[in-house]
């Protein structure tokens, strides 16, 4: 039998492809002079709501693999890089929409804030993965105020490095004074993380167990 996973990393595999082709369409349609009275413009529009489809399909079966054995056991690394192409796929679908719509610089500022949130909660899984280790050492033991303690200069630090990404992507924003570009250094960041995450996480040994 196919895994989930395997059907779930080829629907996102399709999900982005589609997602990337309205923007291409998108692009295609900005550089040709239309006949009047075709209203090909929808036609990106149609191709995003697919590739939106298909992730919410993606995210229903990663979320099956994730957090059950409904589908027999799923080794750990099949299940990071499953839901590490959800990540690209969601912060995809989420950015190429705002191309979609040119004229509305309100909506394009609203959707580069919602992604660069995103983008920022991995931000915190990456540091607290980094210092798991030293944060819940003891926690077995009932050891609770040390571990909050230390888990309050991690914070502190976290927050630190959350707020300087917020404000690099607002200057990005401000200085680019365009969408397309900004979302693209959002999106260079973005995968530069999650494949660092991944990189990261794949280099450390961990027990599997049946």
Request: charge should be negative; aromatic fraction near 14%.
């Amino acid at each position: 039998m196919v895994r989930l996973t395997t059907v779930s990393n080829l629907f996102a595999g399709i999900g982005i492809a589609v997602i990337a082709g309205s923007g291409g369409l998108w692009a295609l349609l900005s550089s040709i002079e239309l006949t009047p009275g075709v209203d090909a413009w929808n036609y990106p529009f149609y191709l995003w709501v697919a590739g939106a489809v298909i992730l919410c399909l993606v995210i229903i079966m990663s979320a099956i693999t994730t957090f059950t054995e409904l589908t027999g056991f799923v080794h750990p690394e099949d299940k990071l890089v499953s839901n590490m192409f959800v990540f690209l796929q969601a912060i995809t679908t989420i950015l190429v929409i705002g191309i979609l719509f040119p004229s509305d610089t309100v909506l394009q500022e609203r959707l580069f804030n919602v992604a660069a949130m995103i983008v920022i909660a991995y931000v915190f899984l990456f540091v607290f993965i980094f210092f798991s280790a030293e944060i819940t050492e003891g926690s077995e033991m009932g050891q609770v105020k040390e571990m909050t303690s230390r888990f309050m200069l991690v914070s502190l630090f976290l927050g630190a490095i959350m707020a300087g990404i917020k404000v690099f992507l607002d200057w990005v924003w401000d200085v680019t004074a365009s969408y397309g570009v900004a979302s693209l250094v959002l999106a260079i960041f973005a995968v530069v993380l999650v494949f660092g995450i991944v990189a990261y996480l794949g280099r450390k040994y961990e027990p599997v167990g049946e």
